[in-house]
């Protein structure tokens, strides 16, 4: 249909003003969350000021915890924390579990572009997910920079899997993530199997910053189109780096090389989701590499999805049906 | 990640001009496709004047034709014009079929928004896809508005489907469709099945042109980000429905009931896509009635593809993994 285009251009688009419609498309529910007013914040911390970046995550942490804190301890889930294999670990385990999931385990790590929400936040997760996974989940509050950048998360994270492999056989194990939990969802099953270690059954990616060098398409086309995350995360990234290169698997797991083996993946991102070329191009190299991947996108959907509109939830529900599938878990 | 916005916003999106560049993250064919120069058209001719609008049809049929040709001619493949059920259809037979795709015939609805590319272009589609997905294609050269606007080009393919039952057990026959064909490739077999007739063994919708409301949002948000179909096709969607309602599921399958039974179903669309909306809606609407779908989404990809870059090939490949698991055709 080249005849609806109009003249020459250069490779790259110059696009003038635009006005982006509220979508009609989605939930009423959906609709109220992308009209949500997000805090303000000041520019981010020199990448040197160890003191100042400590204040900024204490302070965004704090406030993401208040803001969740309520809804979710109301939640019909125990909780608490533990160590395991010498980590924080939240192990959140809801009060109904459906018969074929009750010998299993979600390991989880938490979103916050590696850096932010550890600490109660990281329990508040583990018992959302818990009520939304109907299964018991370990959630670990992996270290974060400034005091500890790579690879401290990603130890941390295998010491844990390391850890459940003690106690569960591995396909009962699934691993999960969002965000910047999703980059650790996938280093290390890449990590693990670069060590000999065996492999979960399933892995969920959520939005999954897996790509640290942010070299897709829609760090550009949905920049500030994507309400939740308006652009990239580059300080945070170098903060987490650390001077080790961006571009290596273990930071940015969408250049690993899956062909030795991965287990099934389900990957979610939105229309709207800055991290939309991340998932969509992981999905690529999974079936490149002949692995089962389930690619999943929400309409008119952020970074994070909505919240808890029905979208989202139904987004949950197709990750079960997954885990049914692949990982022996209940129906939904 | 709420701390990465800054300031509260209305529910619409202001975004000011910006310039998107050259995606590093696709292959180089692929960034010679988005930097090609498209042919400027005049202004589309008003709605009631035939004459305009079948001249302004003839214009752009010739010129895709004369454009396509040559290479297309030298495919591997024989071809020829028949008539079934009443109906030109194109036939092309690729001279080496894999033993298991030999008794499979593949219904293909070609591209053109439901107006554009009939007569010699369904020709060489036909035989476009033959060499692709290595089968027998019967291409239908359904009718077109001005003259023949909805519903003559679905009792077209729904004719040309009722004759290919005769020769064809339904589980040997796959629909799909490309743009304005893959509203025709899900709106068949959807009217087929209210009719009672059985259904083929899978459907393939390639950036399908299924809602012609276009109610979703990447309407918006991919408007002139997607260099191929830069804005969406109203006057040509009139000209189609003729006065009936856009979004009856016969003219928008988007909207169709799917709880009563559909087959499994491939979706391919683009990051870039202007449809990526109506893509990744259909795949949550099969899903959400229980119907096996799989989306796959090309990196930085317009409406169309790319053409023949390596990221097109893998997609078509994608698709031939689809048939060989749900409808028993030879493995790529």
Redesign the interface.
């Known amino acids: 249909?080249?005849?609806?285009?109009?003249?020459?251009?250069?490779?790259?688009?110059?696009?003038?003003?635009?006005?982006?419609?509220?979508?009609?498309?989605?939930s009423p529910e959906a609709?109220a969350a992308?009209?949500l007013?997000?805090?303000?914040?000041g520019p981010l911390p020199r990448l040197d000021d160890k003191a100042a970046w400590n204040a900024h995550i204490l302070r965004?942490n704090t406030a993401?915890a208040a803001a969740m804190r309520d809804p979710i301890m109301a939640l019909p889930v125990r909780s608490a924390l533990n160590t395991i294999g010498g980590v924080p670990v939240y192990i959140a385990e809801p009060e109904m579990i459906p018969a074929d999931s009750r010998d299993k385990a979600l390991l989880y790590f938490h979103?916050?572009?590696l850096v932010?929400l550890g600490g109660e936040c990281v329990g508040l997760f583990a018992r959302l997910e818990a009520a939304s996974t109907r299964c018991k989940v370990y959630a670990v509050d992996f270290r974060n920079p400034p005091d500890h950048p790579y690879p401290a998360a990603l130890e941390d994270c295998l010491a844990v899997y390391r850890a459940l492999l003690e106690i569960y056989d591995p396909e009962q194990i699934v691993v999960s993530g969002a965000?910047g939990g999703g980059n650790l969802a996938a280093a290390v099953p890449l990590n693990a199997r670069d060590l000999g270690l065996p492999l979960p059954a399933a892995i969920g990616l959520f939005t999954p910053e897996i790509d640290l060098t942010e070299?897709?398409?829609?760090f550009?086309?949905?920049?500030?189109?994507d309400?939740?995350?308006?652009?990239g995360?580059p300080e945070l990234n170098a903060l987490y780096a650390d001077g080790h290169d961006l571009a290596h698997p273990y930071l940015s797991p969408l250049f690993g090389d899956f062909t030795k083996g991965f287990p099934p993946t389900f990957i979610q991102s939105g229309?709207?989701d800055i991290f939309?070329?991340n998932s969509?191009?992981m999905?690529?190299v999974l079936?490149?590499a002949g692995v089962e991947a389930?690619?999943?996108?929400?309409?008119?959907m952020p970074?994070?999805g909505f919240g808890n509109a029905p979208e989202d939830r139904?987004l949950r529900i197709?990750f079960l049906h997954f885990l049914a599938k692949f990982a022996g878990w209940a129906k939904p």
């Not at 070299?215 to 829609?218: A, I, L, M, V, Y």
């Not at 309400?227 to 652009?231: D, E, G, H, I, P």
């Not at 389930?294 to 008119?300: D, F, I, K, M």
Request: charged share 30%.
């Open positions: 249909m080249d005849e609806r285009t109009t003249g020459s251009r250069a490779a790259e688009l110059r696009l003038s003003e635009r006005v982006i419609p509220v979508p009609v498309s989605v609709r992308l009209a007013e997000r805090p303000a914040v965004v993401r979103a916050g572009a932010l965000s070299s897709g398409d829609t550009q086309t949905n920049r500030d189109i309400v939740v995350l308006t652009r995360l229309t709207r939309l070329s969509v191009r999905h690529r079936r490149r389930e690619l999943h996108v929400g309409e008119a970074h994070g139904e197709s």
